[in-house]
């Protein structure tokens, strides 16, 4: 499984547990159609989302991760790339599913905590 990681110091990414990945032109093409689907979206609902520039930064991560087949979660503390990625879902179904990371393992999962 890949991750993406945001934020912080290099020196405190867990490098030797992640891939990092060079964006592409594919990844430019789906970010396109993911930043206008969140805008598209905006438009319709009068959603404000501050600020703007969360909505290409958030497009790009996005793309990327939905282009990997092999990514599946999107794992941020980010409450406004989270509310991004559900306006993004009410006009396209990415491939990754985004995870609060503030929401224990266990609980994400389903899986009982039997200590």
């Known amino acids: 499984m890949q991750s993406i990681v945001v934020r912080g110091k290099l020196e405190e990414l867990p ?3 992640i891939q990092i990945l060079p964006f592409n032109l594919d990844h430019a093409r789906r970010t396109g159609e993911f930043a206008k689907a969140i805008f598209d979206e905006k438009k319709l609902t009068n959603e404000d989302i ?29 409450s406004r790339s989270m509310n991004i990625y559900r306006i993004l879902s009410k006009r396209i179904k990415p491939r990754f599913e985004i995870i609060d990371i503030n929401i224990p393992y266990h609980q994400q999962f389903g899986i009982l905590d039997l200590k």
């Open 15 to 17: 490098l030797i547990n």
């Open 50 to 78: 501050k600020p703007r520039a969360i909505i290409p930064n958030d497009s790009k991560l996005f793309a990327q991760s939905d282009y990997d087949k092999s990514i599946v979660y999107f794992v941020t503390s980010d």
